[in-house]
């Protein structure tokens, strides 16, 4: 059974930081492209960050330069270090596993995030 399980959200005042984990069973990490999507309130899911399989990383352009995205593969865990955060990050943050071949794609329960101004 494929598990992913997000921690680390919560309530942050604007400018404050926090770290999101997603830890994934079930599946074999290293072979899967990681990412993180949000849905604010009223608004679609979206993507925010991913990492492939051989590290390189996308961003949303509005998290550039604030949020970073990394794996490690030994604890099949992938991290979302969110710095400099806005009211407008505020969303449950979704954590996704996806492959090409067969294509699966799996996420997470999310995790509240809330940033006050």
């Known amino acids: 059974q494929v598990q992913l399980v997000e921690s680390g959200g919560g309530l942050v005042q604007a400018g404050g930081s926090l770290r999101l984990s997603c830890a994934a069973s079930?599946?074999?990490?290293?072979?899967?492209?990681m990412g993180w999507y949000r849905q604010g309130p009223g608004k679609q899911r979206e993507l925010v960050a991913t990492i492939q399989t051989d590290g390189s990383t996308n961003y949303k352009d509005s998290v550039k330069g604030r949020f970073t995205i990394s794996r490690d593969n030994a604890k099949n865990t992938v991290y979302l270090q969110m710095n400099s955060l806005k009211p407008e990050d505020t969303a449950v943050y979704y954590c996704n596993a996806e492959r090409t071949f067969p294509r699966r794609t799996y996420w997470g329960q999310g995790t509240q995030v809330t940033v006050s101004s």
């Open positions: 079930g599946i074999i990490f290293d072979i899967y492209a």
